[in-house]
T-cell receptor, first 114, second 110 residues
Protein backbone atom coordinates (compact mmCIF):
# COMPACT_ATOMS: atom_id res chain seq x y z
CA UNK A 1 0.00 0.00 0.00
CA UNK A 2 1.77 3.10 -1.23
CA UNK A 3 2.06 5.94 1.23
CA UNK A 4 1.39 9.60 0.65
CA UNK A 5 3.21 10.76 -2.48
CA UNK A 6 4.48 14.26 -3.04
CA UNK A 7 6.25 15.76 -6.01
CA UNK A 8 8.51 17.28 -6.75
CA UNK A 9 10.74 16.51 -3.77
CA UNK A 10 12.81 19.61 -4.42
CA UNK A 11 11.74 22.75 -6.24
CA UNK A 12 13.79 25.85 -7.01
CA UNK A 13 12.07 29.02 -8.10
CA UNK A 14 13.13 32.61 -8.65
CA UNK A 15 11.28 35.42 -6.96
CA UNK A 16 8.04 36.21 -8.77
CA UNK A 17 7.58 32.76 -10.29
CA UNK A 18 4.83 30.31 -9.44
CA UNK A 19 5.30 27.10 -7.46
CA UNK A 20 2.98 24.11 -7.78
CA UNK A 21 3.25 21.33 -5.26
CA UNK A 22 1.39 18.06 -5.74
CA UNK A 23 0.15 15.51 -3.25
CA UNK A 24 -1.44 12.13 -3.85
CA UNK A 25 -3.05 10.75 -0.69
CA UNK A 26 -2.82 7.17 0.46
CA UNK A 27 -5.17 4.81 -1.30
CA UNK A 28 -8.61 5.03 0.20
CA UNK A 29 -7.98 8.36 1.93
CA UNK A 30 -10.25 11.27 1.13
CA UNK A 31 -8.91 13.92 3.52
CA UNK A 32 -5.80 15.95 2.67
CA UNK A 33 -3.93 18.41 4.85
CA UNK A 34 -1.05 20.75 3.99
CA UNK A 35 1.56 21.91 6.50
CA UNK A 36 4.56 24.17 6.19
CA UNK A 37 7.84 23.74 8.04
CA UNK A 38 10.11 26.73 8.22
CA UNK A 39 13.80 26.11 9.01
CA UNK A 40 14.33 24.90 12.58
CA UNK A 41 10.61 25.12 13.29
CA UNK A 42 7.79 22.67 13.77
CA UNK A 43 5.12 22.13 11.18
CA UNK A 44 2.30 24.65 10.94
CA UNK A 45 -1.14 23.74 9.61
CA UNK A 46 -2.17 25.48 6.41
CA UNK A 47 -5.29 23.93 4.93
CA UNK A 48 -7.59 20.91 5.10
CA UNK A 49 -9.40 19.67 2.03
CA UNK A 50 -11.75 16.94 0.99
CA UNK A 51 -12.54 16.12 -2.62
CA UNK A 52 -13.60 19.36 -4.34
CA UNK A 53 -14.00 21.18 -1.02
CA UNK A 54 -11.84 23.35 1.19
CA UNK A 55 -12.90 22.56 4.73
CA UNK A 56 -10.51 24.68 6.79
CA UNK A 57 -8.05 27.19 5.39
CA UNK A 58 -7.39 29.03 8.63
CA UNK A 59 -3.63 28.55 8.30
CA UNK A 60 -3.28 29.77 4.74
CA UNK A 61 -1.68 33.15 4.06
CA UNK A 62 -4.32 35.52 2.76
CA UNK A 63 -2.56 36.26 -0.51
CA UNK A 64 -0.71 34.27 -3.17
CA UNK A 65 -1.48 30.84 -1.69
CA UNK A 66 -4.27 28.56 -2.87
CA UNK A 67 -5.07 24.87 -2.63
CA UNK A 68 -7.36 22.46 -4.39
CA UNK A 69 -8.24 18.79 -4.29
CA UNK A 70 -10.11 18.00 -7.51
CA UNK A 71 -12.41 15.06 -8.07
CA UNK A 72 -9.70 13.39 -10.12
CA UNK A 73 -5.98 13.74 -9.57
CA UNK A 74 -3.74 14.97 -6.81
CA UNK A 75 -4.17 17.85 -4.43
CA UNK A 76 -2.29 20.97 -5.53
CA UNK A 77 -0.81 23.71 -3.35
CA UNK A 78 -0.12 26.74 -5.50
CA UNK A 79 2.05 29.68 -4.54
CA UNK A 80 1.97 32.63 -6.87
CA UNK A 81 4.72 35.25 -7.14
CA UNK A 82 6.98 33.47 -4.69
CA UNK A 83 9.19 35.43 -2.30
CA UNK A 84 12.27 34.31 -0.38
CA UNK A 85 10.20 33.90 2.77
CA UNK A 86 8.24 31.10 1.07
CA UNK A 87 11.34 28.89 1.20
CA UNK A 88 10.35 25.99 3.40
CA UNK A 89 9.42 22.33 3.41
CA UNK A 90 5.78 21.72 2.54
CA UNK A 91 4.26 18.51 3.81
CA UNK A 92 1.05 16.87 2.81
CA UNK A 93 -0.81 14.43 5.02
CA UNK A 94 -3.86 12.28 4.40
CA UNK A 95 -6.36 10.43 6.52
CA UNK A 96 -9.40 8.24 6.04
CA UNK A 97 -13.01 9.20 6.41
CA UNK A 98 -13.01 10.39 9.99
CA UNK A 99 -11.33 13.28 11.73
CA UNK A 100 -10.34 10.81 14.43
CA UNK A 101 -8.16 8.83 12.06
CA UNK A 102 -4.40 9.20 12.02
CA UNK A 103 -2.83 11.61 9.57
CA UNK A 104 -0.03 10.05 7.52
CA UNK A 105 2.60 12.35 6.10
CA UNK A 106 4.35 12.41 2.76
CA UNK A 107 8.09 13.02 2.29
CA UNK A 108 7.61 16.72 1.66
CA UNK A 109 8.55 19.20 -1.04
CA UNK A 110 11.48 21.44 -0.23
CA UNK A 111 10.97 24.79 -1.93
CA UNK A 112 13.90 27.13 -2.37
CA UNK A 113 13.26 30.63 -3.66
CA UNK A 114 16.29 32.38 -5.07
CA UNK B 1 -5.34 28.39 22.81
CA UNK B 2 -3.87 25.03 21.95
CA UNK B 3 -0.11 24.64 22.05
CA UNK B 4 2.69 22.17 22.57
CA UNK B 5 5.97 22.86 24.34
CA UNK B 6 8.86 20.44 24.18
CA UNK B 7 12.39 20.57 25.46
CA UNK B 8 14.84 22.35 23.25
CA UNK B 9 17.66 20.47 21.66
CA UNK B 10 19.95 19.35 20.54
CA UNK B 11 20.11 16.41 22.90
CA UNK B 12 23.30 14.37 22.64
CA UNK B 13 23.56 10.94 24.23
CA UNK B 14 25.81 7.95 24.01
CA UNK B 15 24.51 4.71 22.61
CA UNK B 16 22.54 2.63 25.16
CA UNK B 17 21.78 5.69 27.32
CA UNK B 18 18.30 6.38 28.70
CA UNK B 19 16.32 8.98 26.81
CA UNK B 20 13.65 11.40 28.01
CA UNK B 21 12.25 14.19 25.86
CA UNK B 22 9.80 16.33 27.80
CA UNK B 23 6.55 17.52 26.27
CA UNK B 24 3.71 19.49 27.81
CA UNK B 25 0.56 20.75 26.17
CA UNK B 26 -2.16 23.34 26.59
CA UNK B 27 -5.56 22.48 25.24
CA UNK B 28 -9.25 22.57 26.00
CA UNK B 29 -10.70 19.15 26.58
CA UNK B 30 -8.71 16.01 25.99
CA UNK B 31 -6.96 16.01 22.65
CA UNK B 32 -5.19 13.03 21.12
CA UNK B 33 -1.42 13.23 21.59
CA UNK B 34 1.33 12.11 19.25
CA UNK B 35 5.05 11.76 18.81
CA UNK B 36 6.35 12.01 15.26
CA UNK B 37 9.93 11.38 14.15
CA UNK B 38 11.70 13.01 11.20
CA UNK B 39 14.86 11.39 9.90
CA UNK B 40 17.29 13.55 7.89
CA UNK B 41 15.82 14.57 4.56
CA UNK B 42 12.59 12.69 5.10
CA UNK B 43 9.02 13.40 6.05
CA UNK B 44 7.37 12.77 9.38
CA UNK B 45 6.59 9.30 10.57
CA UNK B 46 4.12 8.60 13.31
CA UNK B 47 6.06 7.07 16.19
CA UNK B 48 3.29 6.57 18.74
CA UNK B 49 0.03 8.03 19.93
CA UNK B 50 -2.40 8.10 22.85
CA UNK B 51 -6.02 9.11 22.63
CA UNK B 52 -7.13 9.39 26.25
CA UNK B 53 -5.82 10.00 29.72
CA UNK B 54 -3.52 7.30 31.15
CA UNK B 55 -3.09 5.66 27.74
CA UNK B 56 0.46 4.57 27.00
CA UNK B 57 1.66 4.68 23.42
CA UNK B 58 4.63 2.52 22.49
CA UNK B 59 6.61 1.62 19.41
CA UNK B 60 10.20 0.56 18.60
CA UNK B 61 11.14 0.70 22.29
CA UNK B 62 9.79 4.23 22.72
CA UNK B 63 7.00 4.95 25.20
CA UNK B 64 4.91 7.93 26.26
CA UNK B 65 2.04 8.14 28.75
CA UNK B 66 -0.83 10.62 28.48
CA UNK B 67 -0.81 12.42 31.84
CA UNK B 68 -3.89 14.58 32.27
CA UNK B 69 -2.87 15.85 35.75
CA UNK B 70 0.40 17.29 34.51
CA UNK B 71 -0.72 17.85 30.88
CA UNK B 72 2.37 15.99 29.74
CA UNK B 73 3.35 13.34 27.20
CA UNK B 74 7.05 12.73 27.77
CA UNK B 75 8.89 10.43 25.37
CA UNK B 76 11.18 7.77 26.86
CA UNK B 77 13.41 4.99 25.65
CA UNK B 78 15.50 2.75 27.83
CA UNK B 79 18.46 2.23 25.53
CA UNK B 80 18.97 4.43 22.48
CA UNK B 81 20.76 3.46 19.29
CA UNK B 82 22.69 5.49 16.75
CA UNK B 83 19.82 4.90 14.33
CA UNK B 84 17.50 6.84 16.66
CA UNK B 85 19.26 10.08 15.69
CA UNK B 86 16.49 12.28 14.28
CA UNK B 87 14.20 15.16 15.14
CA UNK B 88 11.27 14.28 17.39
CA UNK B 89 8.03 16.26 17.37
CA UNK B 90 5.39 16.18 20.07
CA UNK B 91 1.93 17.07 18.79
CA UNK B 92 -1.74 17.22 19.63
CA UNK B 93 -4.78 17.01 17.42
CA UNK B 94 -7.53 19.55 17.73
CA UNK B 95 -10.36 18.87 15.28
CA UNK B 96 -8.89 18.71 11.79
CA UNK B 97 -5.45 20.06 12.50
CA UNK B 98 -2.35 18.77 14.22
CA UNK B 99 -0.47 21.28 16.35
CA UNK B 100 3.23 20.56 16.63
CA UNK B 101 5.96 21.49 19.04
CA UNK B 102 9.14 22.94 17.61
CA UNK B 103 10.94 19.62 17.62
CA UNK B 104 13.90 18.21 19.53
CA UNK B 105 16.99 17.15 17.62
CA UNK B 106 18.55 13.99 19.03
CA UNK B 107 22.15 12.93 18.35
CA UNK B 108 23.28 9.49 19.46
CA UNK B 109 27.02 8.91 19.59
CA UNK B 110 28.46 5.42 19.02
Amino acid sequence: NAGVMQNPRHLVRRRGQEARLRCSPMKGHSHVYWYRQLPEEGLKFMVYLQKENIIDESGMPKERFSAEFPKEGPSILRIQQVVRGDSAAYFCASSGNSLQETQYFGPGTRLLVL
Amino acid sequence: GNSVTQMEGPVTLSEEAFLTINCTYTATGYPSLFWYVQYPGEGLQLLLKATKADDKGSNKGFEATYRKETTSFHLEKGSVQVSDSAVYFCALRRDDKIIFGKGTRLHILP
